[in-house]
Structure formats: C-alpha cells, structure tokens
C-alpha cells in the first residue's frame, strides 16, 4: 500500500502534548510518501470458543518533516518554514500477536506485539537514525471478564509497556547572555548526547471494572460501571525533565553561591483515577 500525506504533525521532542501543530504541504515542504507491507493470518479453534491472530508489517517513509535542532514553536515568526527541517526518512516495523477466548463465562485475550520505528534526517542527530519518539519495542496486553452472573460481570486489564526513548544529557555549560537592562549574567544549558539514546522507565498497569446490567422499568436495557485506573498507583512518567531543584525554577550561578548539580526528574499523571458511569440504551443494545 502506498499514500501520500500533505500535512505534517510537528511536535516538541518530550512534551508532545503541550506543543502539537499541523503544517501543511508547501513549496519548500513535500508531502510525505509511505509505503507498507502488511501479511495477516487468522484462525479459530476448539468449536469458535478460541481465536488467534498473527501478523506482520514493515512501513518506510520519506519527506518527513520536523523541527530544526534548536526550535520548539513557531510563535511570533512569520517565516516559520524556515524552522522547519525537511526530507526526513522513516521506517517502521513489527509482529503481532493476539489470542482470544469468545464463548464462556471467562472470557479475555493476550496480546504482544514487537514494533520499531526510527528517524533520520541530514542536519539532525549527526545524520544518523534514532528512534522515534513513539518507538516502544515491547507491548503485552492482558484482559479477562468473569461473568458472575446475568448481572454482575468483573473485568481486569493488565498492560505493559517498553518506556519512551528519551535525549539524556551528558553535562551542563554555562553561557553568558544580556538581559534587557544591559546587566550580565550566567545562563545554563545542557549537553544533549545523541537523540533519543536514552529510554525511560517501564511502563505498566493495572485496570479493574465491575459491571451491573439490569432493566428500568419502562423495560429498557441499562448498565451501572464502576472502574479504577492503574490500581496499584504505579507511577508511570509522561516525561522527564532535568533540573536543579524539585521545583518549576532553576537556581543560577552567580558570585555568592556555587554551581548547582542537575537531576533528572520525572512528572506522572493520574496514579489512581476511580470512577464511574451510567448507560441506558434506548433501542437496544
């Protein structure tokens, strides 16, 4: 399969969240071009009460687009092109695997799957390919469903998951700069090593949900949920970043204090999160 994109997702490396824009295809930006190959093999088994699946891709890529080495937005720049770094080339590749049990009172699946998927472009990393940002190499998915009875039906998910790949700093230096009022100081910068040649911790949960299905009385279909995510408050990172307090601000240098060693931090987003919802269905379900 073949297709061509014309727009192109560009994002801050590490706060993919806080910084996604969309930019269109131009005359100095080409469409970016993908190819992929995909194989897929499916089977049942014992009477239909077990399902398997396996397959397999590989996908390469050519004009991506990215931010140039140096730059994370584009406000307040007319000529944004120009902080734009073309011709990118990616491949991305994996196997899949799932297992599922379709009939019964316990039924689930089990998944894994090994993908990779990397980036190269001229001016950026030296030239040479890194991982994307989203390459996870291990993903392994765990789900059961009990149904105690025609009521109540309890549900587990347990995921695991290879941690995102990271730019890990190798030193710090400190650079002189102006401020606005013409008084000098000491601004701090990182020593970055090679992109994305760092991986953050593991990732991992675990997911549980209980389930009531009962009729209203005007004979309609509805169901009461209970849920808790990442029962055992595992704190999982949504990014790192480097500092050299606890805090959101950085502790300069200057003539009464001496240099402040950096430490890695990590930032997590909802250890444990329980709630619950309500569903009537109004022409069945």
Not at 51 to 66: E, F, R, V
Not at 105 to 128: E, M, Q
Not at 218 to 245: C, E, H, L, V
């Amino acid at each position: 399969m073949t297709s061509t994109q014309y727009s192109h997702l560009i994002f801050t490396s590490g706060s993919i969240m806080n910084n996604e824009v969309w930019i269109p295809s131009g005359e100095n930006i080409n469409p970016a071009k993908v190819t992929q190959y995909s194989a897929e093999w499916e089977s049942d088994f014992l009477g239909g009460k077990l399902a398997m699946t396996i397959g397999g891709y590989y996908k390469s890529s050519t004009d991506l687009a990215t931010y140039k080495d140096g730059f994370t937005n584009f406000v307040g720049d007319d000529n944004w092109a120009a902080k734009v770094e073309t011709g990118g080339i990616g491949r991305a590749y994996g196997v899949e695997f799932l297992l599922r049990k379709k009939a019964g009172r316990f039924t689930g699946f089990v998944s894994y799957s090994y993908a990779r998927s990397f980036r190269k472009y001229a001016n950026i990393n030296d030239g040479n390919e890194f991982p994307y940002d989203f390459d996870r190499p291990h993903n392994f998915n765990i789900a059961a469903n009990y149904r105690i009875n025609e009521k109540f039906t309890l549900s587990a998910t347990w995921t695991y998951q290879t941690g995102l790949p990271y730019t890990p700093a190798l030193g710090k230096q400190y650079v002189p700069a102006i401020t606005e009022e013409g008084e000098l100081y000491m601004y701090e910068c990182l020593i970055y090593g090679p992109r994305n040649s760092g991986r953050m911790k593991d990732y991992h949960r675990l997911d549980l949900a209980l389930t009531y299905e009962y009729k209203t009385k005007k004979g309609r279909d509805a169901t009461w949920s209970f849920s808790i995510y990442n029962a055992y408050f595992r704190q999982n990172p949504f990014f790192y970043y480097y500092n050299n307090t606890p805090y959101d601000y950085f502790l300069y240098p200057s003539t009464s204090n001496n240099s402040y060693a950096l430490k890695l931090y990590q930032v997590s987003y909802f250890p444990f999160l329980a709630s619950f919802s309500y569903k009537v269905y109004f022409g069945g379900k």
